[in-house]
């Protein structure tokens, strides 16, 4: 079985230590680059493409978000998750757009750390609880245009909501995969978001879902 190529990008070198530590204990994964800035950091994912990176939003430089927004759009392949200390809300929220697919607080379990990654390479989408409901603040909730959501779109929404990909989603519901993409799509296009990140952290704040329900 293919490792888990991991690239970290923190501007502390303790903390870059702690994680290589912690994942290269893992037998599926490795750690295939390191960054302590934002330029190093694109670089070095243009350069080994990795599976998944682990992005500090406060890197010195151009900052976590353009990181992300450049990753993104240099190697759509690459998986990232932002490591946040709550120093900064608006900015994790801001890498939504910029298509981070994770958000981890930087004092996460070891466990949560890996399972994290897992879930993430296998193109799930994870959040912390509480990094969820600090986004979702004071922001309004999805417009629909009088569409609403039908009872199967709802029950698609809330085990997006779950991390499940969507075969699992498929799985769970007992639909095939690709009706479970044509619900995804009309989610995506009734909520205005663009990606499965988006909608599910709109629709957490508007209450369609709940977060780890």
Known sequence: ??????????????????????????PDMEVVGEAGDSES??????????????????MPGRGGIEVCREVHHASPSVSVVVLTSFDGDEEVFGAVGAGACGFLLKDSAPERMVQSIRAVASGQSVFDSGIATRIINGRTGPDTDGEALSDRELEVLQLMAKGMSNKEIGRALWIGETTVKTHVSHILRK?????????????????????GS
Request: glycine share 4%.
């Open 1 to 26: 079985m293919d490792r888990i190529r991991v690239f970290l990008a923190d501007d502390h070198e303790l903390v870059r230590y702690a994680l290589r530590s912690l994942l290269e204990a893992e």
């Open 41 to 58: 950091a694109v670089r070095g994912c243009v350069d080994v493409v990795p599976d998944v990176l682990l992005l500090d939003l406060r």
């Open 191 to 211: 909520l205005k978001q663009s990606d499965r990140t988006s909608a599910v952290l709109a629709a957490v704040q508007s209450g369609l879902v709940r977060i």
